[in-house]
Structures are given as C-alpha cells and as structure tokens.
C-alpha cells in the first residue's frame, strides 16, 4: 500500500487537469506539462482533487501508484510556481556567459564549454551563481546535474561547480616532513 498513493491531491485555483488517451495534462500559469499514463494506473478527478488507483493488484502497480502520485504532485507544483536549482561556481578563472540559448563555461579546461539550454528552462547569471528555473522538475533537475557534471568540486581546494548549500569535504594535501639527519 502505498502511503502518498492513497492521499487525494488538492487541485489549486487556476489549475486544470485533464486525463486524455491516456495521457494527463496539467495546464496552470506556468505553462502545460503532460505525462503518458501507465495502463495498470487510472486517475479520477473529482471535487477539485485528484485520486490516484492501481487497476490491477500486481507488485508493478503498487509501485506505480505512489511514483505517478508524486509526478502529478510536481506538475501541479511546477505549474504554479517554478522550481529552482542554484549552481555556484568556485575557482580562480571559473566563470559563466550567457548567450542567446547557450551557456558558456570557462571552467579550467583549455577551451569554454557551451551547454544548450533546453526548452523550457530559464536560465540567468549573477556573478558565479548559475540559477536553472522551469515548471518540469525532471527537466531542471537533469540540467543543472549535467552542468555541475562537467566540473564536479574537487576535494583538495574546492574548485569546481556545486549546488548552492552543498558542503565538499576537503581532503589534507600532501604532509612535507623535515629532512631527518
């Protein structure tokens, strides 16, 4: 049994959801998302609430259950209010441009590299914070981890991009010892 499954979503004001051969949309100020259903899964709206309910009484739909729960949970959510990733940026030299649909990264290697923005996503520059915004929360997810890909933070200076709060322990360098005579 699933414990988010069972719970009913409360559908906010100025939000319409809408279930279509068997895909459901969610369409608010923020935009339309839309996800295709699994065929052991249906959704009853009623009441200005959403119900998710396996169909079948298989270990697949119990499971299926609470993730589509959770999916529609972040639709609704990201219709009404964007979700957002921060990247920071640490190093001498390190920075970010942005140009058009292009994100330009000088981060140590010997030539920038320039990640596409996908459609959808926001995303603006301020000093060497790198903010990713948008209404799917896959979407910004997936791209502000790739980008921080690119240059993980590494454990001995710190350099490197990170999400903003993330903690890198710090390794010790090398230990010089004296000259033992």
Do not use: C
């Not at 640490?90 to 140009?99: D, T, Y």
């Not at 330009?104 to 596409?116: E, R, T």
């Not at 502000?144 to 360098?173: D, M, Q, T």
């Amino acid at each position: 049994m699933s414990r988010t499954g069972k719970k009913a979503i409360a559908i906010p004001a100025g939000t319409e959801i809408s279930v279509a051969d068997g895909v459901i949309s969610v369409k608010g100020k923020g935009g339309v998302l839309t996800r295709a259903l699994h065929r052991q899964i249906s959704i009853n709206i009623e009441n200005g609430s959403v119900t998710v309910v396996p169909t079948a009484e298989t270990r697949l739909a119990r499971a299926l259950w609470g993730t589509y729960a959770a999916h529609i949970r972040n639709m609704i959510q990201g219709v009404t209010k964007p979700f957002v990733k921060k990247l920071q940026i640490e190093g001498i030299g390190f920075k970010a441009e942005l140009s058009g649909k292009t994100l330009s990264l000088a981060i140590g290697f010997s030539h920038p590299v320039k990640v596409a923005i996908p459609e959808g996503l926001h995303v603006a520059l301020e000093k060497n914070v790198i903010t990713v915004s948008g209404s799917d929360r896959e979407q910004v997810g997936q791209f502000a981890a790739s980008v921080r890909a690119l240059k993980k933070p590494e454990p001995y200076k710190g350099k490197g991009i990170r999400y903003e709060g993330e903690v890198v322990r710090k390794k010790a360098g090398k230990k010089v010892t004296s000259a033992a005579a």
